[in-house]
């Protein structure tokens, strides 16, 4: 095995669907292309839409289309510790104030969207006598972070202008995505990262925690998103068909082609193992798609009845 470690690192919150089956099938081709090792962690953190019957399908999903982790799944609903370790050093550095913006405000810089709204920096410089924090932010600083994507290029960012300080913590004691995925890609021992381009907005803010964490940097490929019919992104809230076990045979197919792969003919009906040997063979980076988003095939929509339904 090379030193090459990648994952996968769905939410439970639903069932596997064609955009996160094909950031999972890049991930683990780049892993085993590359001679290393693929994790699957399931990413939990939001335990109020995350559930063990959705992950449960995810994994036996995955496992139908070949993609099994090389080691124990991890969740992070069982790593608070690790995240609050994390919080207390940046806390320690003083890069970490309280946030008493309402629910909406908080709501609206909590993930990873490209739709954030900039945190204007309400509560930068503490808070009213009397006034307690719904949320903690961490600080940012003026000038751009850059990034090479290996598919989508040059990348960069000023938080400060585009972000804003952004959420860690919230009152509840929980930790946010961006703290999470930063503390567990480190821990995890991760070097590659690959997945959907949707994140892509999400990169600068995880490489402003791995510096002020003392991190290694890691290498980035950010695959195509998958979008319906009306051009929304796949997902939960698109009704975005789940994949289920026996999708693999016919699904597979349509997920290499749409990270620009060709599969020969008399592999149209090979079983899942055999089409997965030859396209880490034919591997290529260069060969996938420079964009960050593309339709999905007609047949991973819902069908006319699913939609009226
Ligand atoms: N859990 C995130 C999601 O399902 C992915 C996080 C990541 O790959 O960094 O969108």
């Given amino acids: 095995m090379s030193g090459y470690r990648g994952r996968f690192a769905p939410s439970p919150s639903g069932p596997l669907h064609f955009g996160s089956l094909v950031a999972a099938a890049a991930s683990w081709l780049d892993a085993r292309a590359a001679g290393g090792a693929w994790l699957v962690r399931i990413e939990d953190i939001d335990a109020q839409r995350s559930s063990r019957a959705a992950e449960d399908a995810i994994l036996r999903t995955l496992a139908a289309f070949g993609l099994e982790s090389d080691e124990g799944v991890v969740r992070q609903s069982s790593r608070s ?3 609050r370790e994390a919080f207390e050093r ?3 550095a003083g890069r970490v104030f309280g946030c008493r913006c309402s629910r909406r405000e908080i709501a609206d810089s909590a993930f990873a969207g490209e739709a954030t709204r900039r945190y204007p920096g309400t509560c930068r ?5 009397g006034e307690w924090p719904r949320a903690w932010r961490v600080r940012v600083d003026p000038g751009e972070i850059g990034f090479e994507d290996r598919v989508q290029g040059s990348c960069r960012q000023d938080l400060a202008a585009e972000i804003g300080d952004f959420l860690i913590a919230r009152a509840d004691g929980s930790f946010t995505y961006q703290l999470a995925v930063v503390v567990d890609d480190a821990a995890q021992g991760i070097t590659d990262v690959v997945r959907g381009a949707d994140l892509l907005g999400s990169t600068a803010r995880q490489i402003w925690l791995q510096r002020l964490l003392g991190l290694p940097r890691l290498r980035y490929l950010h ?6 019919a009306a051009g929304a992104k796949l997902s939960k809230q698109t009704r975005a068909r789940g994949l289920t076990p026996a999708d693999a045979a016919r699904l597979l197919p349509a997920a290499l082609a749409f990270l620009g792969y060709a599969p020969p003919a008399e592999l149209a009906r090979a079983p899942v193992a055999e089409l997965l040997a030859w396209a880490v063979h034919a591997w290529s980076e260069g060969d996938i798609p420079r964009a960050a988003a593309l339709p999905a095939p007609a047949d991973t929509m819902p069908s006319s009845r699913e939609i009226s339904r």
């Fill in 90 to 92: 940046l806390e320690r």
């Fill in 125 to 129: 410089d503490g808070l009213p006598a």
């Fill in 223 to 228: 695959v195509p998103v998958a979008l319906d």
């Fill in 81 to 83: 510790a690790l995240y």
